[in-house]
Every structure is written in structure tokens, then in C-alpha cells.
């Protein structure tokens, strides 16, 4: 399947540049020459990263009765990671070029060295992706805690916390948003592959008999997710791996893939783990994580279903998707087509000019709008130049206040896609925007 994005090689710059300039992401620490493989994100990018974040709880959690959420613990003792199989296997293969001396993945390299074109490499040995840290004031093995590389573990741990206070039965899911950390050879392709980034993780607990339904349930549930945020349907695919390629605790996994400028990559994956993580814990903390079904009088262990994605890779992705460059009136305009739930302004209101008596106004039509939807409020130059600011970040509707606004008690709305511009009575305009966004 070709790729739109194969016809402009300059687009990940383009997507970069734009996310600097226009406030959504800088380089961290970036007045002491920045910290490798780690961002932050500004006025924009927090609010869109917000929206990801808020779209997936709701898709999630909020419209499912058989999902709870949790907010479990970053840091995490060496138990936890021991027996969950990632102080022994969460490892890349890791070279040193014997001319340039830089240090890769081998695993992402092809033999041949990105730096200085060599191809004589140290022997491979396995490098352990998580950080270690200490936790209290001692040093020694005693103190040893890790930051969590994913949050489905702090799931696992808490399942029997969570059917006995919520009392939910097989299947049901427990749900998380959070930061992780991995301490990654190779951290690349600007927010794509960084040491610190946010995770949107589910596990889904199922009889085992019905594990393979629930897991081609969620494929099609999660890829279609990206499909209803905006995502043309020709930058998305399935890649289900081959059996020799799955994790250790996989018994089946798809990829939802994405085209990025680099070609096809992960967006987020679908795993059906069995019920290794349950029985892992089980055996390592003498607890049992079990499910007794009273109607079959049966205890079994559950299998797991999981979606991970991560918050961060998927704001990017929804970028690159929505960046469109355009002519309108004879100019070149540079527009994201963001879906209105995930642009980081859904409206903003531009009175014609300082005068008093449009402010007055404007700011009542502010007034009307803010408590429903993230709105800015912009005064400064032309009101072409202010429209193309809107454009650029996605803004879905521009609400132009003008002087007729004094009389007839009506103003300009402008979509950002058609550029088509109508006349509504301020009286009107909460349930007009409200229509537009298809909320009721």
C-alpha cells in the first residue's frame, strides 16, 4: 500500500518546525543545549496531547461498562520486574562501530554503520532497557527500585484489588494513562522513540475460551478508533506478527501501523498475553490472581487481551496526518485538519478590531463559548493573518466579531476546512457550534 506521505520527503521537518514555532512541542532543556530524546510539550501540545488522551478515556472507560480505570505507581521494586520477565528479557541487542566507535541497536542498523558508513562491529550483548534508581536515603540492593518501562504491570498487580472493590467479572478491563521510561539505545524520529513518553494501556481479562474473539474484537476496536479521529484509511494497516516474532509472553499480536515519512511503523499493538502476567505474579508473590466463577463453580486464571498504544506517538501521528498545505485566495496556506475533539483550540475569537465596544462583545461571546469548548481569544494583526495563525494549528471555526455585530447582534463563522463564512445571532451561536461538532 503506497503512502501519502511518500510524496513529500520534507514533511517530518515540516510537522517539526510547525511544533516548535507554533508552541506544541520544544526540545527540553533547550537553553542548556537540550537533553537528547526528550521534549517538552508547550502551550499547543499540551492541549492536544490532553484531547489524545481524553478521546481514548472516553472511547475507553467512560462509554464501556466492562472497563475501570487505575493510576498506578511509576517507580516499582525489582520483584515486580523480575516476574514479569524484564530484568531478564526487556533487552536490545547492542553494537559499537570499531571506527567511529558510535553504539546502535543491531537489530535496526542492517550491518552498516549510520555514522560513518562502516561495517565492523563489536560482538552484540544484550543491553537492559530500564532505569534504575534508588529509593531512600541507603544504598544497596534492599533500596533498588525501577521506573515502570510500561504501565500494564501495576494492572496485573492490582487485579485482585480491583474485582474485589469493583466487584467486575471476566470479561472486563482495567485501564491506564501514564508516563513510562526506557532507556532507549537508539531514540529517534523526533517524539516517536524518546526515554520518557505516555502510554494508553488497557488489559482486558476473558475466560480463555473466548480469548481469540476478544482479541480480533479489539484489533478492529482499535483501529477503527484512529479511523473516526481523522486518519485517512490509506495511511493505517494491520501487521500481525509471525509466530517466531512474538514477545515472550505473546500468544498472538497485531500491529496497528501507521505511514509514517520513514515508511510503515508501529502505532500501537495488540497483544493476546495468555495468562502469563497473572501467573508470573502469582507464583513470584505467593498470592493467587485468580477468577472464581460461582455460576460454573470453576477458578480459572484469566488470559489477557491488551491494547497499548502511546499518547505521544499517536499525537504525532495525528499531526502528520492532519498537515495540509493549500491555496485560498491566491496565498499558500499551511492548515492541520485536526478532528475538532483533538485540536488544541476548537474556537477562536477574533473581534475586528481593539475598540472597546468589540471587546464588550467578544469577550460576551467568550463567555458563551468557553465553558463547552477550548477557545482562544486573538487580536493582533489583520484578520487574514489571524485566520492563517488558526489555520496552521487546526482551530475548526474562527468567530469573527465586527461592527454590524453592534447592531444586528450576529457574527462571522469561518470553517477552517471549506473556509466557508456564515452569519449567526449570538443567541444562536452555542447550539450552531454545538451542531458542528455533532454534540447535543
Known amino acids: 500500500m503506497e503512502s501519502a506521505f511518500e510524496t513529500d520527503p520534507e514533511l517530518l521537518e515540516k510537522v ?143 487485579f485482585n484489588n480491583v474485582i474485589s472493590t469493583i466487584r467486575k467479572k471476566p470479561p472486563f478491563g482495567i485501564a491506564q494513562i501514564g508516563k513510562s521510561f526506557r532507556n532507549e539505545i537508539t531514540p529517534q524520529n523526533f517524539v516517536f522513540r524518546t526515554r520518557e513518553f505516555e502510554q494508553m494501556e488497557m488489559e482486558f481479562f476473558v475466560p480463555p475460551a473466548e480469548a481469540e474473539q476478544w482479541y480480533r474484537y479489539w484489533i478492529d476496536q482499535r483501529f477503527n478508533w484512529y479511523l473516526n479521529l481523522g486518519i485517512p484509511s490509506d495511511m493505517l494497516r494491520l501487521h500481525e506478527h509471525a509466530k517466531e516474532d512474538l514477545s515472550h509472553y505473546s500468544r498472538g499480536t497485531t500491529d496497528v501501523e501507521f505511514a509514517y515519512p520513514w515508511g510503515w511503523d508501529e502505532l500501537e499493538g495488540i497483544a493476546n498475553r495468555g495468562d502469563y502476567d497473572l501467573t508470573q505474579h502469582s507464583n513470584a508473590s505467593g498470592t493467587k490472581l485468580e477468577y472464581f466463577d460461582q455460576a460454573a463453580n470453576e477458578r480459572y486464571t484469566p488470559y489477557v487481551i491488551e491494547p497499548a498504544a502511546g499518547a505521544t506517538r499517536a499525537m504525532m501521528a495525528f499531526l502528520l496526518a492532519a498537515y495540509h498545505e493549500d491555496e485560498v485566495e491566491g496565498e499558500t496556506r499551511t492548515v492541520l485538519r485536526l478532528d475538532w475533539r483533538l485540536a488544541p483550540y476548537q474556537i477562536a475569537v477574533l473581534p475586528l478590531s481593539k475598540k472597546p465596544e468589540l471587546e464588550g462583545v467578544s469577550r460576551e461571546v467568550l463567555s458563551i463559548l468557553q465553558p463547552y469548548f477550548a477557545c482562544d481569544y486573538d487580536v493582533t494583526q489583520s484578520i487574514g493573518r489571524r485566520y492563517r495563525r488558526q489555520d496552521e494549528v487546526g482551530t475548526p471555526y474562527c ?40 454534540q447535543h
Not at 487505575?70 to 571506527?99: M, N, Q, Y
Not at 529509593?135 to 510500561?150: I, Q, S
Not at 451561536?429 to 458542528?436: C, E, F, H, I
Request: glycine share 8%; hydrophobic share 40%; with cysteine.
Open 16 to 158: 517539526i518546525n510547525l511544533a516548535k514555532r507554533r508552541g506544541f512541542i520544544f526540545q527540553s532543556a533547550e537553553i542548556y543545549g537540550g537533553f537528547r530524546s526528550t521534549y517538552d510539550y508547550g502551550p499547543l501540545g499540551v492541549n492536544m496531547l490532553r484531547n489524545v488522551k481524553a478521546a481514548w478515556w472516553r472511547e475507553m472507560v467512560q462509554m464501556r461498562l466492562d472497563v475501570v480505570g487505575i493510576d498506578a505507581a511509576i517507580l516499582g521494586p525489582p520483584a515486580v520486574w523480575a516476574a514479569s520477565g524484564h530484568l531478564e528479557t526487556f533487552t536490545d541487542p547492542l553494537v559499537d562501530c570499531r571506527k567511529c566507535k558510535e553504539r546502535w541497536r543491531e537489530d535496526k542498523i542492517d550491518g552498516v554503520c549510520p555514522k560513518c558508513g562502516s561495517t565492523e562491529f563489536t560482538e552484540a550483548r544484550a543491553f537492559n532497557l530500564m532505569f534504575k534508581t534508588q529509593a531512600g536515603p541507603v544504598e544497596g540492593e534492599g533500596a533498588t527500585a525501577y521506573l515502570r518501562p510500561e504501565t500494564a504491570q501495576g494492572m496485573f498487580t492490582n
Open 399 to 438: 468567530i469573527t466579531v465586527d461592527f454590524d455585530s453592534l447592531e444586528d447582534r450576529a457574527v462571522t463563522v469561518r470553517d477552517r476546512d471549506t473556509t466557508e463564512q456564515v452569519r449567526v445571532p449570538i443567541g444562536d451561536l452555542l447550539a450552531n457550534m454545538r451542531a458542528r461538532t455533532n
